[in-house]
């Protein structure tokens, strides 16, 4: 049992008296409590709850009210979350309800969700918040009962006092336990004295899921509220001039045309305020179908933009941003890719001496690898609410980080940041796309110029022609090979559109003796953004490809050539400063290999192997091909991954089978492209994903067991996938794949 002191995170527990009466229990529902439907009809609502502290409410029959506070998108955080703190309470889960806490940094801290961070940066603080609400109970029963604090027990939701067999629940404690005060530090339980996490829970949203029940932000509906939707220009590289809205305002139901500029000239922008079309026409009125059918009829001009540089602050550093003039197109991005890839670039990392190394080499193997700009295509399209008064803003929306857009909308609606009241739905997907809020902000104006509540709606088109996207990379890898075919060195020159996708300090940094890593970036003024594992998802695959071709070139298995190098890594590693544990690392390939029993010959079926290190986390796929109907077909993967303490396990593994699908179908299909400035794919009907039938039959996933804090899941298992499908190409097809998306050169 650990004591943790709660000073850190005591502003968190403060009690508040906005949470009084149970005024902001958000949408409470009991289809969204824990409890089976037969249990809910056994227990009855609470008279009055009582607030413990501000992540949990115990009613008087007992039944608790936790608030998960990250933003859900998916990742299941709205029931791990409440887990942890359940877990500390020492709660029935069966009489846990969960509500998806209101924004409020004071009381819930950093909300945010992405980076494979949920998880990692709640462990210790959630739980804390469990433990401090059951001293505060058991406080209270010692009290009551004149006994000593330190012989209450706890179990279920249940107060013992065992000498004198005097016993309660915790909703006959919860009015005495809410004027406790917050204790100083609290005990935390042993990992093996959890009885809720490492425990499958399942989502509590499914059933409003799988009978379409409004919960997304694209579901909100308010009395009076308007719909609006936004005309940008169609080519990136341009911006407003002129509009003739005459048309689309004598238009049934439309209200009004107007023209947004959504961040002042003077607005110090974060990183996550990226916004390619600062300046948008909205249309506003009754219902979509009426503001689509407006929209067609505007008259918009639209002009070339100018060249400039800005200085973005990135969470406390600053760095500039060169946005350059023109329409730009996928041939000019490949030549100037190519002119840049043949240049030499940015020196990040050195070890030993490569060009003795290549000159003294055996064999030497270089290959280059290259993907395109992918489109989120999340599948509730971006939207926002908003209520905008005189000095008092209301905003409902998907956000991944709602805390960064305040300041824009501060700024842009000329009302004070404590003014603007923000909910947090839940998102029908991110991937990344929903960190960048500029969409939140026009929402806001255009409620602000209209003096109503309006409801913005971006079209699948809009959405996708809009960015914000995955950047398009290239990256060149060379390996010298000693007469005993030892790896002696290797030469990574890695860079993109417009930033450099290379982590010099990954492996197989630090397991090889003379290593050079060089970079480079082109200015564009296509707009990029993070894109589930940034960077990761594509030097993975190109990594991984290349490590397997270079074991065939020493006559290696795939397998062994990485433990070798990853235990010269562990014994003798060169450098000081390599990002990752190759003990782990090595785990996770070990851990795969044995389930996917890899040295088994399977008659037509061939397999490739594929292992990263990303977001603290390690994951390694075995992938199981076989030709189809004349066509390659992903037919099973077995997963191995290290992320610590599995919070839930049923979660954890859709999460990592999203992802192996997810990775499939862009790794094979997933590519945009651009001519003048346009996107040439606007709708699924010509941006391929993956089809159902193109799903793997069957996905293992198994996880290293360990009493590590989680470090993240939402992220790793994605880019291995890429890695293992090339593998797996070239095993099935014997060629090898340097370019995505591989289905166009299968």
């Known amino acids: 049992m650990a004591t943790i002191k709660t000073s850190i995170g005591r502003r968190s527990f403060l009690k508040s008296t906005a949470l009084a009466g149970g005024g902001l229990i958000i949408g409470f529902n009991w289809l969204t409590s824990c409890q089976s439907k037969t249990e809910k009809e056994i227990l009855a609502m609470p008279k009055e ?50 509500e998806q806490a209101p924004f409020h940094q004071t009381k819930y801290g950093f909300q945010f969700t992405g980076g494979s961070q949920g998880i990692r940066s709640r462990w210790e603080p959630l739980r804390m918040a469990g433990a401090t609400a059951k001293h505060m109970l058991k406080k209270a029963a010692a009290n009551a009962w004149e006994v000593p604090l330190e012989e209450i027990t706890t179990e279920n939701g249940i107060l013992k006092h065992n000498t004198s067999g005097k016993s309660a629940g915790y909703g006959e404690m919860a009015s ?49 509220m308007l719909i609006a939707m936004i005309a940008h220009p169609p080519a990136f590289g341009m911006t407003l001039e002129s509009v003739d809205s005459s048309i689309a305002k004598a238009m049934p139901g439309i209200k009004d045309v107007l023209t947004i500029k959504t961040y002042k000239d003077d607005f110090s922008k974060g990183y996550f305020d990226e916004n390619a079309f600062p300046e948008i026409v909205a249309i506003i009125g009754n219902s979509t179908w009426e503001v689509m059918q407006a929209k067609k009829e505007l008259r918009v001009v639209w002009k070339p933009i100018a060249a400039k540089t800005k200085t973005i602050n990135r969470f406390g550093r600053n760095i500039t941003k060169n946005t350059p003039a023109g329409l730009e197109s996928t041939d000019s991005h490949n030549t100037r890719i190519r002119e840049f890839a043949s240049k030499s670039a940015n020196v990040v990392r050195k070890d030993g001496n490569p060009e003795n190394a290549f000159n003294k080499a055996s064999k030497i193997l270089e290959r280059s690898y290259t993907a395109p700009y992918l489109a989120h295509n999340s599948m509730e399209t971006l939207n926002a609410f908003a209520d905008v008064g005189e000095n008092h803003a209301k905003i409902l929306a998907p956000l991944q980080i709602p805390s960064l857009i305040i300041p824009a ?29 500029h969409y939140v902000v026009e929402a806001a104006l255009i409620s602000q110029k209209i003096k109503s509540p309006v409801k913005l709606i971006y079209s699948r088109e809009d959405d996708m022609t809009q960015g914000i996207y995955r950047p398009t990379y290239q990256v060149t890898y060379k390996a ?22 290379l982590f010099a300090n990954r492996f197989p940094a630090g397991a090889i003796d003379n290593y050079l890593a060089e970079e480079w970036s082109i ?60 003990e782990r690392y090595a785990g996770v390939l ?103 039938s193109e799903a793997p039959e069957s996905i293992e996933v198994h996880f290293v067991e360990n009493d590590i804090n989680p470090t993240g899941l939402g992220e790793p298992p994605f880019p291995p996938t890429f890695g293992a499908l090339a593998n797996a190409l070239y095993k099935t097809t014997g060629k090898r794949h340097y370019n995505q998306p591989f289905s166009e050169d299968v």
């Open 49 to 98: 709850w009582f607030e413990i502290n501000s992540y949990l409410k115990i009613g008087d029959n007992g039944l608790a009210t936790i608030y998960t506070p990250n933003p859900e998108f998916g990742q299941n955080v709205r029931t791990s979350m409440p887990m942890l703190i359940a877990e500390e309470l020492d709660m029935d889960w069966k009489n846990v309800i969960v």
């Open 590 to 692: 070990k851990l795969v290999r044995e389930k996917s029993n890899w040295n088994l010959n399977q008659e037509n079926v061939n397999r490739g192997i594929s292992a990263y290190f990303c977001h603290n986390s390690y994951a390694a796929q075995v992938m199981d091909m076989v030709i189809k109907n004349g066509k390659p077909k992903v037919l099973k993967v077995y997963c191995a991954i290290d992320c610590g303490i599995v919070v839930n396990p049923d979660a954890a593994k859709n999460m990592a089978e999203g992802a192996i699908v997810d990775g499939i179908g862009n790794a094979l299909y997933g590519k945009l492209t651009f001519s003048n400035g346009e996107p040439q794919k606007s709708n699924f009907n010509n941006y391929r994903m993956i089809r159902h």
């Open 176 to 224: 005495a336990a809410s004027t406790i005060e917050i204790p100083e530090e609290v005990e935390l339980k042993n990992i093996k004295d959890f009885n809720i996490i490492g425990k499958s829970k399942k989502n509590v949203d499914v059933e409003n899921i799988v009978t379409g029940k409004p919960i997304f932000g694209s579901d909100y509906q308010k009395d009076g």
């Open 409 to 437: 909308l501060a700024s842009s609606l000329g009302i004070p940041e404590e003014n603007i009241e923000m909910e947090i739905p839940r998102m029908g997907g991110g991937f990344g796309r929903k960190a960048y809020a």
């Open 523 to 582: 200015d564009s003024n296509i707009s990029t953004g993070a894109f589930r594992a940034p960077r990761s998802n594509f030097m993975a695959c190109a990594e991984q490809s290349f490590l397997d071709e270079v074991a065939e070139l020493a006559g290696k298995d795939p397998i062994n050539f990485r433990l070798e190098l990853l235990q010269r890594a562990k014994n003798t590693p060169v450098g000081e400063n390599n990002d990752y544990d190759p």
């Open 480 to 501: 010298a090979l000693d007469e005993n075919n030892n790896l002696t060195a290797l030469h990574v020159k890695a860079g993109g559109i417009p930033e450099s996708p």
